[in-house]
């Protein structure tokens, strides 16, 4: 499988292929585009846009808004969606802005319908393949796996270069 984040279970192989980088998205147009960088009080006046309990991304807006001293509760909060596809489509319209990944937002910000911009202090975490440590290689699951990896680590450079 694919994962996000970190990893801890001792039966499986986890082999990060990649960094995904966590940006702020609002908007097309909308005010907080034209800054370099935002902080969480930037975001925190804005109607903010939450995934469920339980997703990474959720986890590490979390974690990000403990570090600044803020909390969820702090933040204008107008609703919690289930997917990024949900979430793009609601900033879309205008509903607010949120924190996502660069990798769900590429083709939007390609396409002009939303603006991303970095946060003040960076938000990462891995891109992992997960495998059960014991199970018998299968020379497809294999040649799978490695294609995966390649793919990842040279698309690596490509959203670095391509982060707003």
Request: hydrophobic residues 35%; glycine residues 6%.
């Amino acid at each position: 499988g694919f994962v996000e984040g970190f990893v801890n279970n001792k039966l499986l192989l986890v082999e990060k292929c990649s960094t995904d980088h966590l940006v702020a998205v609002m908007p097309k147009n909308h005010k907080l585009a034209t800054k370099k960088s935002v902080s969480v009080k930037d975001l925190a006046k804005e109607p903010f846009i939450f995934r469920e309990h339980g997703s990474g991304t959720r986890e590490v807006i979390s974690d990000y808004l403990q570090k600044h001293g803020a909390s969820e509760e702090e933040m204008n909060s107008t609703m919690v969606l289930g997917s990024p596809e949900a979430v793009k489509g609601a900033i879309e319209a205008g509903m607010g802005v949120s924190i996502a990944s660069c990798v769900t937002i590429y083709k939007e910000l390609q396409l002009g319908t939303l603006d991303a911009v970095r946060s003040q202090d960076s938000l990462e975490r891995p891109f992992s393949i997960v495998r059960q440590r014991h199970k018998f290689k299968i020379r497809l699951m294999e040649e799978l796996l490695g294609y995966s990896l390649e793919y990842c680590r040279t698309h690596q450079q490509f959203l670095k270069d391509f982060l707003p």
